[in-house]
């Protein structure tokens, strides 16, 4: 699945970039484990996730028990998952995730991103046939490990594909493939660095360098919202970060 590699590597979002920005979004992440979970890593394996990804984000053992502590708490957020889908100019299909305790301000503010980069918001699905969606798991892998034979095993538990580069050890399945994945490497002790969702277009869109200047200048403006943990597009960027 190589193309789904190379749109990762293309991808130029800083969603990692701004240390605060990141300690916000990895903070929802354990708030929202927690709310479909429990408070205890060994038995909710999406929180185990979640602290794995603050680590890899650098975020500070104290912040990360705070978070934690936040969400059990009386006065913990009531997050919620929401999708929203629209067209930015030219064409380009963006995609953004959010996770709110305030859905009325958010959608707000995600159509006016919208609007001032000359996009529109459109419904909830309209673009789903536009993008694949696949989990990936970034690891740490042995490197005696017969990768033909693992790739072969891991196919077995949802994996669609294994990719590799100076970054690391990529896996690749679909969306609800996910939970098995996880499973499948932490039984056989395999050390999870990060594990995220990606949706990955079915085909992109080429445009000139003016043009994809124009689009990212949006979705900057969307990424520096605290309530989106994610943005999308099917735009081939070729631009410098």
Aim: hydrophobic share 35%; charged share 35%; proline share 2%.
């Amino acid at each position: 699945m190589g193309r789904a590699f190379e749109f990762r590597k293309e991808r130029k979002f800083k969603r990692w970039g701004k240390m605060a920005k990141s300690f916000t979004k990895v903070g929802k992440e354990i708030a929202l484990a927690i709310k479909n979970g429990t408070a205890d890593p060994e038995t909710n394996a999406k929180l185990r996730l979640a602290i794995q990804n603050a680590k890899a984000c650098n975020m500070p053992k104290d912040t990360v028990e705070r978070a934690i502590k936040k969400a059990t708490s009386k006065d913990a957020e009531d997050l919620k998952e929401i999708t929203y889908e629209g067209y930015g100019p030219y064409g380009v299909a963006i995609v953004v995730d959010t996770l709110t305790d305030n859905p009325t301000r958010t959608v707000a503010n995600v159509r006016s991103y919208f609007n001032k980069g000359n996009g529109s918001l459109g419904t909830t699905g309209s673009l789903d046939f536009l993008f694949d969606k696949k989990c990936v798991f970034k690891i740490n892998l042995d490197p005696n490990t017969d990768m033909e034979e693992f790739e072969f095993e891991a196919i077995d538990f949802g994996v669609d594909s294994i990719e590799g580069d100076e970054e690391g050890v990529f896996l690749y399945g679909s969306f609800d493939a996910f939970g098995t994945i996880q499973k499948f490497l932490e039984d056989k002790g395999i050390e999870i660095i990060t594990a995220e969702f990606e949706r990955v277009p079915t085909d992109t869109k080429d445009l000139t360098q003016s043009q994809q200047d124009e689009i990212m200048k949006m979705i900057g403006r969307m990424e520096e919202d605290d309530d989106v943990q994610n943005v999308f597009h099917n735009m081939k960027y070729t631009g410098e970060e």
